[in-house]
């Protein structure tokens, strides 16, 4: 059963952790060949009762163990995939706890718990058949057990919270009674799944699983982690990608208190290996290195410009959404409006810095990693340890934060192996100061866009050319994921069509284009991804042109949303909630936008001032969502809430600018963010039309700077056509 | 060696005297409930209290702190989560990641002490610690939902 054994999650208490780390005192004794996960849940009455299947554990106390594949980084994933189990399981919700399996468990068991990557929105809606089907099958197998110990057919009984009863005879018992019988019996062929509408525990606003450990300090992030003998860590890395260390001199260093070691990490990077991480940071901030900074040293934030403005112009381009005649359509237009646009780099800037703690020795490597994807992090941890998969394994810890920054990449894994290998059988936490973490992002890609749209005489729009110049995400991150050289990520959102993100406009004549430009700086998946400057393009110069043709915004996007009836029902259902059609209080004014991305369909109204020295005051914003299904109302209301404030501190101020081939931001006095006493009233509107299931921790961002800046344009007149908006003089002439 | 009397138990650590309260509070201590997010006094992920009063611990030299100064972290805050913040925390859902949060509720529950009925707006001024994942609603519900309870002044 070893193999079978995952890592608590939620329950990674201190209480908890406290057993883990005895247990693996003893699992070094034997030679670490043992898994930590393993030991560790020895000590626990788990382990003496098998599991109903890969996704249930009932334990004699009638806890309900259910074990969750994806990663929580805050955005409630636990609790709603255990929602799903839980439903179709029949249990108490009040017993149900919940556990990370490892992706080396994963590997071993045939992938039994599918994809661990939680990106992209996809944390439920990717996976909500799978559990459900997990938890349906577990409860048949527990009926039968009982109905078996009866003596009766299992069609006879029937199962509520846990309990299970045969009418005929009045009998009763509990799902924790008859677990070990339940696990002998043959996983059921074919399960039915429960009518949503039938639901009492998934679509009801239940509380997170995780609140508690996160009110009294008690929740272990991996910054937090500590293991017997552990050293900590603290790197430079060049601070131009695509440099090197050409020098460093240890023994400057090495008398300092508590320093262990200095190593170079790959090509790169340089780090100090002292007893305390604060031990290690000072050292290293003393440490004299000479980095040869390489090719990209001279490149800026004006040299990036100018790269971009030429993509704009270029000839050859990436197809994603093409129809009609568009430069007919502009040759034949009344009025030919055009505008460009662009977008900076910005962090994910999570609250808590990139980290990770591994040990290594010739035969096995384990790390102890705040992931968003287990099996990815696995692959970094092989590859980087010189050992095979199935000699590691990565056991998950809770995030503090995650926004996309901890799925795609796992650079700080892999430098966090390297520094561990320098330290046989030692585990060391490698942790970035937040400078490092500034200097060294996976940055929201840089992208400009040049729109040119016809109208006719009547203000139809009947033409729109939307090209985009600018980085790849995928070239740089996930070039397999590639389609002909083309990154259709891109275009997210303005898809001709499809379930995923597809545009909301009917426009006879389109065409939306991508001439990829890539700069040096490495770009990543930024929480909303491509679907956030695509809003800002599309949904600002929907507003241009709605101006321009003399027309309401609401009343010309409508016009084209005809074959478009959830796009639309969104955006009616803000722009009733606001009160549209009504004047807003003196000197408040209204913007909106609306998009799809990740599934869902989004829309916002914004309500803003702009004082007489140009500062925007966002007041309050009303924002909807159909997500197709809503697992957890009050959830989605704290994800929309929060999108708001991440995509207003993007819109409003953060910008990362290059100097010398380096960001010139360092931690969050250059890179603000919004705080309380800017956080506008957010009234949310879930009106989950059913049939698909869409995202909801990321396609929200998206509208909440277009509606923004929408406000601003009918507040002051002026067009905010570069992020942030914090550059553009807003004063009152 | 540095005294320190940290959730009314006193303590000596070994720390260079330059050293952020906070890493002391964090390596030396072995209290992690206190978290680092900026190291230079933005974002107060790092804030405990000390003498009832909140304090960005990463930027205050351990050897300004005196034994006789009491520093109360997270863990001490209170018995079983049982603080009228916590409490209000708990029953609005508050933290996303949570990250943080033991900042969030040591600062709220510094300005309940010395203000306890605080408007909206004193709220919104004092409270400015970050919080990425953009809990500031739920924040400010669960400070107004403490305050209304009128037991967080108790310090
Ligand atoms: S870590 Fe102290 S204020 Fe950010
Ligand atoms: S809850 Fe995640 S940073 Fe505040």
Redesign the pocket.
């Known amino acids: 059963m070893t193999d079978h054994r995952p890592t608590p999650a939620a329950a990674l208490s201190r209480r908890g952790f406290v057993a883990s780390v005895a247990a693996l005192a003893g699992g070094f004794s034997l030679g670490f060949h043992v898994p930590f996960a393993g030991e560790a849940m020895a000590q626990d009455a788990a382990t003496i009762t098998p599991e109903v299947n890969a996704w249930v554990v009932i334990r004699p106390d009638e806890t309900v163990v259910i074990r969750i594949a994806r990663s929580e980084m805050g955005q409630g994933t636990l609790t709603g995939l255990a929602q799903l189990v839980a439903e179709e399981l029949g249990c108490d919700w009040s017993r149900v706890v919940t556990e990370y399996p490892t992706p080396g468990q994963n590997l071993a068991r045939g992938r039994v718990w599918g994809d661990f990557g939680t990106g992209g929105s996809r944390g439920i809606r990717d996976s909500h058949d799978l559990v459900r089907k997990g938890g349906a099958a577990a409860r048949i197998m527990l009926v039968e057990a009982a109905a078996k110990g009866w003596g009766v057919a299992p069609g006879e009984c029937r199962a509520d919270r846990g309990v299970i009863a045969h009418a005929a005879s009045g009998r009763t018992t509990t799902y924790g009674a008859v677990a070990v019988e339940a696990a002998k019996i043959a996983p059921p062929k074919d399960v039915v799944l429960k009518d949503p509408k039938d639901w009492t525990i998934a679509g009801k606003p239940v509380k997170r699983l995780d609140t508690a450990e996160k009110l009294d300090g008690s929740q272990v992030y991996g910054i937090d982690l500590t293991l017997p003998g552990m050293l900590n860590a603290a790197i430079r890395d060049c601070p131009v990608t695509g440099g090197t260390v050409k020098s460093f001199d240890a023994k400057a260093v090495s008398g300092m208190a508590g320093v262990k070691r200095v190593v170079q990490v790959g090509d790169t990077g340089v780090a100090v290996i002292a007893d305390t991480f604060w031990r290690a940071k000072t050292a290293l901030d003393a440490l004299p290195i000479v980095w040869d900074e390489g090719p990209n040293a001279t490149v800026s934030s004006a040299t990036i410009a100018a790269m971009l403005r030429e993509g704009l112009d270029a000839t050859e381009a990436h197809v994603g959404n093409k129809g009609g005649d568009v430069e007919a359509a502009l040759k034949g237009a009344a009025k030919v409006v055009e505008a460009t646009y662009g977008v900076p780099f910005q962090n994910h800037a999570t609250m808590e810095p990139m980290n990770a703690t591994v040990r290594w020795t010739p035969e096995r490597c384990e790390a102890w990693a705040p992931t968003q994807s287990g099996e990815a992090a696995l692959a970094a941890v092989a590859e980087a340890s010189g050992l095979s998969a199935k000699q590691c394994d990565v056991h998950k810890i809770h995030l503090g934060g995650g926004f996309g920054r901890r799925g795609a990449t796992h650079d700080w894994l892999r430098q966090a192996v390297l520094i561990a290998r320098e330290m046989p059988g030692t585990p060391v936490k490698l942790i970035w100061t ?1 400078e490092e973490d500034m200097a060294h992002g996976r940055y929201h890609p840089i992208t400009q866009c040049r729109m040119r749209a016809a109208l006719d005489g009547q203000g139809n729009l009947t033409g729109l050319h939307m090209r985009i110049s600018g980085q790849s995400i995928l070239a740089s991150v996930a070039p397999n994921r590639m389609v002909d050289g083309k990154d259709p990520v891109v275009f997210q959102g303005l898809n001709p069509g499809g379930a995923e993100a597809a545009i909301g406009y009917t426009i006879p004549n389109i065409l939306v284009d991508h001439a990829m430009r890539n700069p040096h700086i490495l770009p990543g998946f930024w929480r909303g991804v491509n679907m956030n400057p695509n809003a800002i393009y599309l949904e600002c110069f929907m507003d241009e042109l709605a101006h321009a043709a003399g027309q309401d915004p609401l009343a010309f996007r409508l016009k084209l949303m005809g074959n478009h009836p959830k796009h639309r029902a969104v955006l009616q259902a803000v722009a009733d909630k606001a009160g549209w059609g009504e004047k807003p209080a003196p000197g408040v004014f209204r913007g909106l936008a609306q998009m799809m991305g990740f599934g869902s369909y989004v829309a916002a109204v914004a309500e803003i001032s702009v004082t007489d020295e140009g500062k925007v005051k966002v007041h309050r914003i009303v924002a909807s969502t159909d997500p197709g299904h809503a697992l957890n109302p009050q959830q989605i209301d704290a994800q929309i809430g929060g999108s708001f404030v991440y995509g207003l501190s993007a819109a409003l101020y953060q910008e990362c600018t290059v100097k010398d081939g380096r960001i010139e931001q360092t931690n ?1 006095d250059s890179y603000p963010v919004m705080r309380l006493d800017e956080m506008p009233v957010v009234e949310t509107i879930v009106m989950p039309s059913g049939g698909f299931w869409g995202g909801v921790g990321e396609p929200t961002i998206a509208v909440a700077a277009p509606a923004v800046l929408n406000a601003v344009f009918a507040a002051t007149g002026k067009r905010v056509r570069q992020m942030p908006l914090k550059n553009t003089d807003l004063r009152r002439a | 060696m540095i005294r320190l009397n940290l959730n009314g138990v006193v303590r000596e650590v070994d720390a260079e005297p330059e050293t952020p309260l ?1 890493w002391v509070i964090r390596e030396q201590a072995g209290l992690t409930g206190t ?13 405990v209290h000390i003498d009832g009063a909140a304090v ?4 205050m030299p351990v050897s300004s702190v005196t034994a006789d100064q009491k520093i109360v972290t997270i863990e001490g805050l209170s018995a079983d989560r049982s603080h009228p913040v916590q409490k209000a925390w708990g029953e609005l859902d508050v933290p996303q990641c949570g990250f943080c949060q033991p ?1 969030m509720i040591m600062a709220s529950a510094a300005l309940l002490a010395q203000n306890p009925r605080p408007s909206e707006a004193e709220i919104r001024s004092e409270i400015t610690n ?1 919080c990425r994942c953009g809990t500031y609603t739920r924040v400010l519900a669960g400070i107004k939902l403490a305050a209304e309870r009128g037991e967080a002044g108790r310090g």
């Open positions: 937040r969050f | 906070l978290k680092y997010g900026c190291g230079i006094a933005q974002c107060g992920a790092c804030t960005r611990s990463c930027s900042g970050i």
